[in-house]
């Protein structure tokens, strides 16, 4: 059971351009979401989707874009890429009651 | 909107006991979440409270209060492996913020020997 799984780890970016993170969740869960941290900012909601098929935005959604085409699958898109968007990306589900479970992030370097 | 509160740092030695604050104001209420994150790696889930009163779980108790908008994770003990960052979130109400979790900015305890 891999729970859920962030590609990939690390990735350094130049200005401009685009990349996708992929999450991947075999737990079933309904509930996915797209977090980034940066130092003294905490965890920061971008985008999160209620289930397959479905997306809505969090706090801090400009410059970024989702998509759930499969329920274990939550893909994070920067068309894009920004200096303002280096930070850690954390991808988490959940099932319908319960707690978060977080992959193990991705790290973002945009140059 | 949503406002969760707690303190940026803490210290504490080894064998002691640390209380962490939090405080919040959301748009109703449905459950907080303590989460502990060591520097480097993914948060993991510690405890939940829904109702009002202290909930423990080994070493660590986690305590609500709805009435004052206001929770405490206690950690006994303590080691140096409990040195990390402590995430206190928040789940509201249903309705258009169904689903969605919103994280205070972390507490950072250091464990001293």
């Known amino acids: 059971n891999a729970g859920v799984t962030q590609t990939p780890k690390f990735r350094v970016l130049k200005t401009g351009q685009s990349m996708t993170l992929l999450c991947a969740q075999d737990?079933?869960?309904?509930?996915m979401y797209w977090y980034r941290q940066d130092p003294g900012m905490g965890l920061r909601l971008i985008h999160y989707s209620v289930g397959e098929g479905t997306t809505a935005k969090g706090e801090v959604p400009d410059g970024y874009n989702v998509s759930r085409l499969k329920k274990q699958n939550f893909l994070l898109g920067l068309e894009s890429a920004a200096p303002s968007q280096t930070s850690v990306y954390f991808c988490?589900?959940?099932?319908?009651?319960?707690?978060?479970?977080f992959g193990e992030g991705s790290r973002l370097t945009v140059l | 909107g949503q406002n969760i509160d707690q303190p940026t740092e803490m210290t504490a030695t080894e064998g002691a006991i640390v209380q962490i604050n939090c405080t919040y104001q959301t748009s109703g209420f449905n459950g907080l979440f303590w989460y502990q994150q060591h520097a480097g790696e993914a948060p993991t889930f510690l405890s939940y409270n829904v109702l009002d009163g202290l909930e423990e779980k080994g070493r660590f108790s986690s305590f609500l209060s709805r009435s004052k908008g206001y929770s405490y994770l206690l950690l006994k003990e303590l080691q140096m492996k409990d040195s990390a960052s402590y995430l206190c979130a928040v789940r509201p109400n249903r309705g258009s913020t169904l689903g969605r979790l919103y994280f205070g900015r972390g507490t950072q305890l250091t464990v001293w020997p």
């Open positions: 988490a589900s959940r099932p319908n009651t319960g707690e978060l479970f």
């Open positions: 737990m079933n869960h309904e509930y």
